[in-house]
């Protein structure tokens, strides 16, 4: 199934012993994974457990979610979520967080959730108003939470974007103000941070592209960068910059800790779609894409791009767990599973010059 790249005979093994990933939600779970889009969409290493969030479809497409663990040789339940589908799982702080993308309850108010490792689950129903929560960001030095939401004004019918914060680990939230619709009118996808600003996915029209947003105060005020981005597609952050996906999946916008903003534009290839997890970065620098068509794609620099592994399958989601020193992956459909790849084999090819060795980041990309 796994054709090495040209570059690489590598290729990717099983997470899991077991039943397969279709048929373990469904006993865990009694809802009917989706024949094209049913997965594993985030992917979470605490440890020795990698956390896994797997929906029967895309996130707010059909009821059914499961929070899963694995230690690499088997799975288990975690917890079910009353929710349609799964879209991020973020670890920070000891703790494990993931929003709630669509409740299958009323829309008065929307959901987080918050995992004590190894499977201590609390849901927090707080958000007023909130049919989607798109993004949670745990700021840990803060102690702050952001939450990225598709709210309406009371009445089920009017529909807009937003941010939620919450200074007392999510029992209680406070929309930010945004009478400009800043934020969109129709959706925030997402949220994230880096040193004192923090970045969101800010949407007006679903059939239209998305813009960056900007806050320097904590979330208080916003502004629109002139940087349209893909919607569904999480954005990423190291200790160093964020990087967003281009709205013509054709590149990456980068910004680094100083506000600079810089293009790496693909080139030959498309990120994937409906990949909501797309890049992820390893212990020693290397980056790591899913492409169209089923390739990984691997680069040290951002802007030039090798296929790592072409894989043939509809990946959704990718992330690294550093225990194990692996690369893993999922794929959607009927036959949906989870892979890992050895990242110390492939950084030892690299070396000896049987993969092509990129430069690291240029100083201007860094802090």
Same mark, same amino acid.
């Given at each position: ?10 290729? $990717? ?113 707080? $958000? ?198 692996? $690369? ?40």
């Amino acid at each position: 199934m796994f054709k090495p790249s040209p570059q690489s005979p590598l290729a $990717l093994a099983q997470l899991y012993s077991g039943a397969p990933l279709g048929d373990f939600f469904r006993q865990a779970t009694g809802f009917m994974p989706d024949p094209n889009y049913f997965g594993a969409y985030a992917v979470a290493a605490a440890g020795n457990q990698l956390y896994i969030g797997i929906g029967a479809a895309r996130p707010g497409e059909y009821d059914g979610a499961l929070l899963a663990r694995t230690d690499g040789k088997t799975i288990q339940a975690v917890y079910q979520p009353a929710e349609q589908g799964f879209v991020g799982l973020t670890y920070a702080g000891g703790m494990l967080y993931f929003p709630g993308p669509d409740p299958m309850e009323d829309w008065t108010l929307g959901n987080i959730y918050q995992v004590t490792p190894p499977g201590t689950v609390t849901k927090q129903r707080a $958000l007023v108003n909130v049919i989607h929560s798109w993004g949670l960001y745990p700021d840990v030095a803060a102690q702050r939470l952001y939450a990225a939401v598709g709210q309406h004004a009371g009445d089920n019918a009017t529909f807009f974007g937003g941010i939620f914060i919450s200074t007392d680990k999510g029992a209680s939230w406070e929309a930010v103000k945004d009478p400009d619709r800043i934020l969109g009118k129709y959706r925030t996808y997402d949220v994230i941070g880096l040193r004192n600003a923090l970045y969101a996915t800010a949407n007006d029209d679903y059939a239209l592209e998305s813009v960056l947003a900007k806050s320097n105060d904590r979330g208080v005020t916003w502004k629109r960068l002139d940087l349209a981005v893909q919607s569904r597609p999480r954005l990423f952050a190291t200790p160093n910059y964020v990087i967003a996906m281009r709205a013509n999946r054709g590149g990456l916008y980068v910004i680094d800790s100083l506000g600079r903003k810089r293009e790496a534009n693909f080139k030959g290839f498309l990120a994937a779609d409906w990949a909501y997890n797309f890049i992820t970065v390893d212990s020693e620098g290397w980056h790591y894409l899913l492409a169209e068509g089923g390739n990984i794609m691997m680069s040290r620099d951002l802007r030039t791009w090798n296929v790592l592994l072409a894989t043939g399958l509809n990946l959704t989601t990718v992330g690294y767990w550093p225990l194990k020193d692996w $690369l893993v992956v999922g794929d959607r459909g009927a036959k949906a599973g989870l892979w890992w790849l050895d990242l110390a084999a492939v950084r030892q090819r690299a070396r000896v010059g049987k993969l092509p060795l990129d430069p690291v980041l240029p100083p201007d990309w860094t802090a």
